[in-house]
């Protein structure tokens, strides 16, 4: 296999960072055509990697010697050159570089000097979690000190917050093993669990000693893993109550240690992104709009542009389906322009835009808005990636489906009934009210009159109705709100003139 590692590179470049490399490379050979320069700028033109048109035209380049080794000259070069260029701009930069300061100095046995440096150095590792580094420059300042009666305090201290700092490491290796297995599970069994087999596997985690007791957790880390891990256990037993409160604990670790709010400022973005999500889809929305508050106050520190659209983004939908969720359905279709014009880059985050386009398309489905439903549906439709997510998969073909019918189009529902049967059954989907649905749906095109259309879906919403209550069902009703439909199709209405 052709190795593209080269290219890949240089196709993640930002333009100062290809502006400083071709500045570098005109001072390295001191001429005005580098011929390392003209192979880089080859590379970049490429949308794809070519490597055979690259070997074609390679000779011209002037450069000696055999191409594989011209292009590994060339991947040095350039990381030599962006190593400097990002040289002392991130924590672990300014530690490394102090770290070479401090052994020169020991060296030059300038010890004052390497003192101040090694204090300068355990500043920033106590800052930013780097256990490792704590410990070793810990011991440094340990092994500067004379090794006489008086330091012997001072000795021992250092060598107990050593110890501490070990200890530190230790424990959040232990909550961080925790995390990666219920990762690790929910890769295997999916993020709500019905099969009782697995549900026993999951309580069982949940009653692992340090789980149990969250005073074991020692650091910020530590405790961070500790919710999340808890967090996605309790939703994949549909323990609501629980997510949420673990979910809420996890935010308010921020709080406890506000310095993380700057150094972990993606983490407490999603952290709240991801509490608004869970508070909608458990329908225990008291927390809501303290929460968006928060993110909204959150989003004013946020430099990045990009980041900031992403996140104020999620905050209009997050609005958006707790409306729905309250019955407001009018008030969320207004929010549907501002959700577009904070609408991510189509190259970063398909998840997103899939998500966003499935939720304004429900938005527009139950205030009666068929046709601009159908859009936004299509545009999944249309989305290679959307296979990867199997719930928006299955509930966009649904809606699309139930859109369709809605607008009169019956000779096209027996093709999309035998698609959406195919992906429920490839999806192996096991919630009782979406079999009940996929049970009813060969008996649509086949209504004729008021009565059997009244008999169908009474019929239907007697079997859908309690499951409304289910806790292992809420995902479900989160997607769609069956109980909704069926009473719209009653009333030979809308579901927003349901509610006048």
Same mark, same amino acid.
């Given at each position: 296999m052709v190795s593209s590692q080269l290219f890949e590179l240089i196709r993640s470049l930002s333009p100062a960072e290809k502006a400083y490399f071709k500045r570098f490379a005109h001072k390295q050979h001191k001429r005005k055509a580098s011929p390392y320069l003209q192979l880089f700028d080859a590379i970049d033109r490429q949308k794809k990697y070519e490597e055979g048109k690259l070997q074609a035209g390679f000779q011209k380049f002037g450069i000696s010697g055999s191409f594989p080794a011209a292009k590994n000259y060339l991947y040095n070069l350039l990381l030599h050159c962006l190593t400097d260029f990002h040289a002392g701009k991130s924590p672990e930069d300014k530690l490394a570089r102090l770290m070479q300061e401090i052994h020169f100095l020991k060296e030059k046995k300038l010890f004052p000097q390497a003192a101040k440096k090694i204090r300068a150095a355990t500043k920033i590792a106590e800052e930013h979690d780097f256990y490792e580094q704590k410990v070793l420059l810990l011991n440094m300042e340990r092994q500067l000190l004379p090794f006489q009666p008086k330091t012997f305090e001072q000795r021992m201290a250092l060598l107990q917050k050593m110890e501490t700092a070990l200890d530190e490491k230790h424990n959040y290796v232990q909550y961080r093993q925790l995390y990666e297995e219920m990762v690790n599970l929910t890769h295997r069994f999916g993020w709500l669990v019905k099969k009782e087999d697995q549900r026993k596997l999951v309580r069982e985690k949940l009653a692992h000693p340090l789980l149990r007791d969250s005073h074991k957790a020692l650091t910020f880390l530590a405790k961070f893993n500790l919710h999340n891990t808890l967090t996605s256990y309790y939703l994949m037993l549909s323990d609501? !109550?629980?997510?949420?409160?673990? %979910? +809420?604990? +996890?935010?308010?670790? $921020?709080? @406890?240690?506000? =310095?993380? =709010?700057?150094?972990?400022?993606?983490?407490?973005?999603?952290?709240?992104?991801? /509490?608004?999500?869970?508070?909608?889809?458990?329908?225990?929305?008291?927390?809501?709009?303290?929460?968006?508050?928060?993110?909204?106050?959150?989003?004013?520190?946020?430099?990045? !542009? %990009? @980041? /900031?659209?992403?996140? &104020?983004?999620?905050?209009?939908? /997050?609005?958006?389906? +707790?409306?729905?969720? @309250?019955?407001?359905? #009018?008030?969320?279709?207004?929010?549907?322009?501002?959700? @577009?014009?904070?609408? !991510? !880059?189509?190259? &970063?985050?398909?998840?997103?835009?899939?998500? +966003?386009?499935?939720?304004?398309?429900?938005?527009? $489905?139950?205030?009666? =808005?068929?046709?601009?439903?159908?859009?936004?549906?299509?545009? %999944?439709?249309?989305?290679?990636?959307?296979?990867?997510?199997?719930?928006? /998969? $299955?509930?966009?073909?649904?809606?699309?489906?139930?859109? &369709?019918?809605?607008?009169?189009?019956?000779?096209?529902?027996?093709?999309?009934? #035998? %698609?959406?049967?195919?992906?429920?059954?490839?999806?192996?989907r096991d919630y009782a009210v979406e079999k009940t649905l996929i049970r009813l749906l060969p008996k649509l095109p086949d209504i004729s009159s008021k009565k059997e259309n009244q008999q169908l879906f009474q019929q239907f919403l007697k079997k859908i109705e309690p499951l409304r209550e289910d806790a292992l069902e809420r995902l479900a009703f989160h997607y769609f709100d069956f109980v909704l439909w069926a009473k719209s199709q009653l009333a030979q209405k809308p579901i927003v003139e349901l509610f006048p």
């Open positions: 609501w !109550p629980n997510t949420v409160l673990q %979910s +809420r604990l +996890r935010l308010t670790l $921020f709080e @406890e240690f506000p =310095k993380y =709010k700057q150094l972990w400022e993606q983490n407490y973005l999603v952290s709240l992104d991801n /509490h608004l999500r869970l508070l909608i889809t458990a329908e225990l929305l008291d927390d809501f709009d303290a929460t968006a508050s928060e993110l909204e106050t959150a989003l004013t520190k946020v430099k990045d !542009p %990009s @980041e /900031h659209l992403l996140r &104020h983004g999620a905050l209009v939908q /997050h609005r958006m389906n +707790r409306l729905q969720k @309250e019955f407001r359905f #009018r008030e969320a279709l207004a929010l549907i322009p501002e959700l @577009e014009k904070s609408a !991510p !880059p189509k190259f &970063h985050n398909t998840g997103m835009i899939i998500s +966003r386009k499935f939720f304004i398309a429900r938005v527009c $489905f139950y205030n009666g =808005k068929f046709e601009s439903a159908l859009d936004y549906l299509n545009e %999944s439709l249309n989305n290679k990636a959307l296979s990867i997510f199997p719930d928006f /998969h $299955f509930y966009t073909e649904l809606l699309t489906l139930l859109t &369709h019918y809605q607008l009169g189009n019956i000779w096209l529902l027996e093709s999309l009934i #035998r %698609s959406l049967t195919r992906l429920f059954q490839k999806l192996e």
